[in-house]
């Protein structure tokens, strides 16, 4: 059972296994000194930043700080990212989020309730 917010979301480990590959890739390429297969891994490692980053914006990341307990499962997307995230440099980059101000929350979205969201996945 979890006791605090872990960060674990579907965009950092989607970003992660991307660039995990890429990483692998651009080191063939260093060890068969081969220019275009490391390269071929820095733009792998590339997409990965890129579909983390749109995960993100889909909901599928986590804002800065700590989330709410109802939405500490690895599931659960983000109702506030269509609003963006105070703080967020992926809000920003993508424009969102550009009327609010520091600390002042985003409308609220409808949640889940926490007892629908299992805690560990041996349940």
Same mark, same amino acid.
């Given at each position: 059972?979890?006791?605090?917010?872990?960060?674990?979301?579907?965009?950092?480990?989607?970003?992660?296994?991307?660039?995990?590959?890429? %990483?692998?890739?651009?080191?063939?390429?260093?060890? =068969?000194? %081969?220019?275009?297969?490391?390269?071929?891994?820095?733009?792998?490692? =590339?997409?990965?930043?890129?579909?983390?980053?749109?995960?993100?914006?889909?909901?599928?990341?986590?804002?800065?700080?700590?989330?709410?307990?109802?939405?500490?499962?690895?599931?659960?997307?983000?109702?506030?990212?269509?609003?963006?995230?105070?703080?967020?440099?992926?809000?920003?980059?993508?424009?969102?989020?550009?009327?609010?101000?520091?600390?002042?929350?985003?409308? &609220? &979205?409808?949640?889940?309730?926490?007892?629908?969201?299992?805690?560990?996945?041996?349940?």
């Amino acid at each position: 059972m979890s006791l605090y917010d872990e960060g674990h979301t579907i965009a950092g480990w989607t970003g992660f296994g991307i660039a995990a590959v890429g %990483s692998a890739v651009i080191g063939w390429g260093v060890c =068969a000194a %081969s220019l275009p297969l490391a390269a071929g891994g820095l733009a792998v490692t =590339a997409v990965s930043v890129l579909v983390t980053w749109t995960l993100h914006l889909a909901g599928w990341g986590k804002p800065p700080g700590v989330r709410p307990r109802g939405q500490w499962g690895m599931r659960v997307r983000d109702p506030q990212a269509r609003a963006g995230h105070a703080g967020c440099v992926s809000c920003r980059l993508a424009g969102r989020g550009r009327g609010r101000r520091a600390g002042v929350p985003a409308p &609220a &979205a409808e949640t889940i309730p926490a007892e629908s969201i299992p805690l560990s996945p041996i349940e």
